[in-house]
T-cell receptor, first 111, second 116 residues
Framework: RKEVEQDPGPFNVPEGATVAFNCTYSNSASQSFFWYRQDCRKEPKLLMSVYSSGNEDGRFTAQLNRASQYISLLIRDSKLSDSATYLCVVNGRTNAGKSTFGDGTTLTVKP | GAVVSQHPSRVICKSGTSVKIECRSLDFQATTMFWYRQFPKKSLMLMATSNEGSKATYEQGVEKDKFLINHASLTLSTLTVTSAHPEDSSFYIC????????????FGPGTRLTVT
């Protein structure tokens, strides 16, 4: 089983749609969680951190469920520019602070 | 936000030659830098973790004599691909973690290596 698992998609949605991605992790000692966005042939860019209390940044909402060991990302009112691959990243203190990346979920927003 | 640069952005070299890639944190000090490689349509694969002033920690299956890492200062880490072969062709990305203790990583723009 992979340490971090994501549904690879692709998710094809129309503009304005709401789309949600889930990510599960296996290491219960994981300490911090992030969503990154990666555009084709570009480096990943931090989208947002994920907290137990949940956090929201504009159209994006991230949630963490420690009991079930999953995190989610909700995108409301999708824009064409949201098309990208979204990477779930998990850090665990027990592995010297290394980050473990999911394989990513590809989103395509169509007009 | 924090900026990380990589140089070169693209390199084509002949089989058997060595290639050095630089990773710099431009506006912050990075105690830890990471080196990844990424194949098309795949996620990032961690190659090694580099801490300033100490030897890099390599992931299982990554040859340390093949991929030499030097983290000489808090703002610079280098990756040297020695005796490159076509199978080393890939997208190499570095990231840096600030000394503040945050787990956030800031990625360089990547280096596309093609070995002919």
């Amino acid at each position: 089983r992979k340490e971090v698992e994501q549904d690879p998609g692709p998710f094809n949605v129309p503009e304005g749609a709401t789309v949600a991605f889930n990510c599960t992790y296996s290491n219960s000692a994981s300490q911090s969680f992030f969503w990154y966005r990666q555009d084709c042939r570009k480096e990943p860019k931090l989208l947002m951190s994920v907290y137990s209390s949940g956090n929201e940044d504009g159209r994006f909402t991230a949630q963490l469920n420690r009991a079930s060991q999953y995190i989610s990302l909700l995108i409301r009112d999708s824009k064409l520019s949201d098309s990208a691959t979204y990477l779930c990243v998990v850090n665990g203190r027990t592995n010297a602070g290394k980050s473990t990346f999911g394989d990513g979920t590809t989103l395509t927003v169509k007009p | 936000g924090a900026v990380v640069s990589q140089h070169p952005s693209r390199v084509i070299c002949k089989s058997g030659t060595s290639v050095k890639i630089e990773c710099r944190s431009l506006d912050f000090q990075a105690t830890t830098m990471f080196w990844y490689r990424q194949f098309p349509k795949k996620s990032l694969m961690l190659m090694a973790t580099s801490n300033e002033g100490s030897k890099a920690t390599y992931e299982q299956g990554v040859e340390k004599d093949k991929f030499l890492i030097n983290h000489a200062s808090l703002t610079l880490s280098t990756l040297t691909v020695t005796s490159a072969h076509p199978e080393d062709s890939s997208f190499y990305i570095c990231s840096a973690r600030a000394a503040s203790g945050s787990y956030e990583q800031y990625f360089g723009p990547g280096t596309r290596l093609t070995v002919t």
